[in-house]
């Protein structure tokens, strides 16, 4: 049986779902894809090969292994997309969600089934229909919840729009003991560097009381501000427009002390290391022509201390 536990961002890792890229295909049709980057490199011919791919991931899994961490990989499905994992399902506390996504995307969740099936099944709760959430949004920290999503108006208009408020809502629901907070984000279906697709696409914790944000990505000023006041300003690491382009704050935490970015990312690099943290690159780049990053591939199960 796999134990679930996850009330925040960086305690230490112990099991992880990390996505795949194995029989990702070929190059999807302009038509087809569903984020504003990966339409920019397939319009460019610079839509990421799947052997490139599969070699960053590779080199992901070693830095994880290398700390002790358990990782688990999805079954493949020949010419499906299984990379980020993160978005079809996600932990809290010791439940496991199953959301409603992209139906688009909606064989993925078979190639993680032989995990779900070890889990006592009281822990996995299912979204009900009408209530859409995608992993990148939601981001449980200490007693509070912080959940991207987009109100109807947002949400009927952008296909990058994943969370909706019955998601929001259903969360409130499920977790009464936690402040659920939603923050709106800014959406663009054409231009990726107006467009937070996920919330971890423009903010996440790090550390014990820290974080990554891009103040650009919020919709309200107000919610920006709110997370300003929740952490201190002297506690934030601000990114530029081009660096959340560049997926900056989509790192990933194995311990609070212990941080996995893009190998490309000096400048962060340079200001974790100055403020004590261990920074683990890897070659993340081609990956994030897909609008993710290492956030978005890996899917917590089990982060100790956390009960």
Not at 90 to 96: G, L, S, T
Not at 175 to 204: M, R
Not at 213 to 225: A, W
Request: some cysteine; glycine content about 6%; charged content about 30%.
């Amino acid at each position: 049986m796999i134990k679930l536990s996850v009330v925040d961002e960086t305690s230490p890792l112990e099991a992880v779902i990390l996505g795949t890229a194995q029989g990702v295909g070929d190059v999807p049709k302009l038509e087809d894809a569903y984020d504003p980057k990966s339409k920019e490199h397939i319009a460019a011919g610079t839509y990421p090969k799947e052997k490139d791919m599969v070699q960053e991931m590779d080199a992901f899994a070693k830095v994880l292994e290398k700390h002790g961490v358990k990782v688990y990989r999805p079954e493949i499905i020949p010419d499906y997309n299984q990379i980020f994992s993160r978005d079809i399902g996600f932990v809290i506390d010791d439940k496991f969600i199953k959301p409603r996504i992209l139906k688009d995307r909606d064989e993925e969740i078979q190639g993680i089934q032989y995990v779900i099936d070890q889990m006592d099944p009281a822990q996995v709760l299912q979204m009900p229909e009408g209530a859409h959430a995608e992993g990148g949004d939601v981001m449980p920290w200490k007693d509070h919840l912080f959940v991207g999503y987009s109100e109807a108006e947002d949400y009927e208009k952008y296909i990058v729009a994943r969370t909706n408020r019955a998601g929001l809502e259903f969360l409130q629901e499920q977790f009464p003991n936690k402040k659920v907070k939603g923050f709106q984000l800014n959406k663009s279906d054409d231009n990726a560097k107006e467009n937070a697709l996920h919330l971890d696409c423009c903010f996440q914790p790090i550390g014990t009381n820290m974080a990554i944000i891009y103040k650009g990505g919020f919709k309200y000023e107000e919610d920006y501000n709110y997370l300003v006041n929740y952490f201190g300003e002297e506690n934030l690491i601000h990114i530029t427009k081009d660096e959340m382009y560049e997926m900056n704050s989509n790192v990933f935490s194995i311990s609070p002390n212990v941080v996995v970015l893009e190998q490309g990312f000096d400048r962060l690099a340079k200001i974790l290391e100055d403020k004590g943290f261990t920074v683990e690159r890897v070659p993340y780049a081609e990956i994030s022509k897909m609008e993710g990053l290492l956030r978005c591939s890996t899917l917590p199960l089990h982060r100790k201390n956390s009960n």
